[in-house]
Nanobody
Framework: QLQLVESGGGLVQPGGSLRLSCAGS????????ITWFRQAPGKEREGVSC??????KHSATLKGRFTITRDNVKNTVYLQMINLQPDDTAVYYC???????????????????WGQGTQVTVSS
């Protein structure tokens, strides 16, 4: 079974940047739809960005601040986040399902594999 491990979270000041990593084991991530979700206290889990073999999608609410990429050699998907704001504070999860497209990517129920999450806190 595909294992996912997130890293890269932490405390950052407003306007700062972070890069999250989602490392996969056993199977090639390029054969999966990989999506970053986030969940803030008291809020529902929301889709942030998706990458698959053929597509990349981002939440419209991000206004271009986040970029998702994949390194096939390292078998890792990254989420580069810039101009972070306090509303970005959440636990960030990566999730995977075998799919070559990002159709219906924001539906958390469609994913089979999840990482343990990494905390991102934006505060001065």
């Amino acid at each position: 079974q595909l294992q996912l491990v997130e890293s890269g979270g932490g405390l950052v000041q407003p306007g700062g940047s972070l890069r999250l990593s989602c490392a996969g084991s056993e199977f090639a991530l390029e054969d999966y739809r990989i999506t970053w979700f986030r969940q803030a206290p008291g809020k529902e889990r929301e889709g942030v960005s998706c990458i698959s073999r053929w597509e990349i999608k981002h939440s419209a609410t991000l206004k271009g601040r986040f970029t998702i990429t994949r390194d096939n050699v390292k078998n890792t998907v990254y989420l580069q986040m810039i101009n972070l704001q306090p509303d970005d504070t959440a636990v960030y999860y990566c999730a995977a399902v075998q799919d070559s497209r990002c159709l219906s990517w924001e539906s958390a129920a469609s994913y089979i594999n999840w990482g343990q999450g990494t905390q991102v806190t934006v505060s001065s």
